[in-house]
């Protein structure tokens, strides 16, 4: 279960920086400037952005990255990093991208930019991570690791305000 500490509403100006930077980096149109936005503290040096208990960007010592389900709900156009079908299900439990999976990647990718992670079947986001190589690297590099993972499908983040309930005990009266 994932804790949020000192969670706080954002204002309207910090909302628009971070949607203009969002924009910039990826290529996504995101919050709107009245949205209700909460930033929560969830380890040293990372922040959730919460729209509701929706955890749809992250913030990694202060440069924000959409989240997995915040590019899902607003589809990026920058900063992305394909990888074969072989290689999911690796990158959906978390794992870093190795090179040999990368099938292509954002040309514009620099080394440190942070990434988002896509099949190359259905283009949908499976992780963001943090680049290790340039993009032109990643696309010609038969060895090595290429992006740090930093959040994937089905972690603490992506469960955040989706989790099942609790089923109540059974009754003892039910069990006679």
């Known amino acids: 279960m994932?804790?949020?500490?000192?969670?706080?509403?954002?204002r309207r100006?910090?909302?628009?920086?971070?949607?203009?930077?969002?924009l910039s980096a990826f290529g996504a149109v995101t919050f709107a400037v009245d949205a209700a936005v909460e930033r929560a503290e969830v380890s040293d040096g990372l922040a959730a952005l919460l729209l509701g208990e929706e955890i749809l960007a992250l913030?990694?010592?202060?440069?924000?990255?959409?989240?997995?389900?915040?590019?899902?709900?607003?589809?990026?156009?920058?900063?992305?990093?394909?990888?074969?079908?072989?290689a999911v299900p690796y990158v959906y439990n978390g794992a870093d991208v190795m090179a040999p999976g990368i099938v292509e990647a954002d040309p514009a990718?620099?080394?440190?930019?942070?990434?988002?992670?896509?099949?190359?079947?259905?283009?949908?986001?499976l992780a963001v991570g943090a680049a290790l190589m340039t993009g032109a690297e990643m696309a010609a590099a038969e060895k090595g690791k290429s992006v740090k993972a930093v959040h994937h499908v089905g972690d603490e983040y992506w469960t955040h305000g989706h989790e099942e309930p609790e089923k109540p005990a059974p009754d003892e009266a039910e069990k006679a």
Request: proline share 5%; no cysteine.
């Open 2 to 10: 994932l804790r949020l500490r000192r969670r706080e509403r954002l």
């Open 13 to 22: 100006k910090e909302v628009e920086g971070i949607a203009e930077r969002l």
């Open 59 to 86: 913030e990694l010592r202060g440069v924000p990255v959409l989240s997995v389900r915040g590019l899902l709900k607003w589809p990026a156009t920058k900063r992305w990093v394909t990888v074969d079908m072989g």
């Open 109 to 125: 990718i620099a080394v440190g930019d942070l990434v988002w992670v896509r099949d190359e079947k259905n283009r949908r986001p």
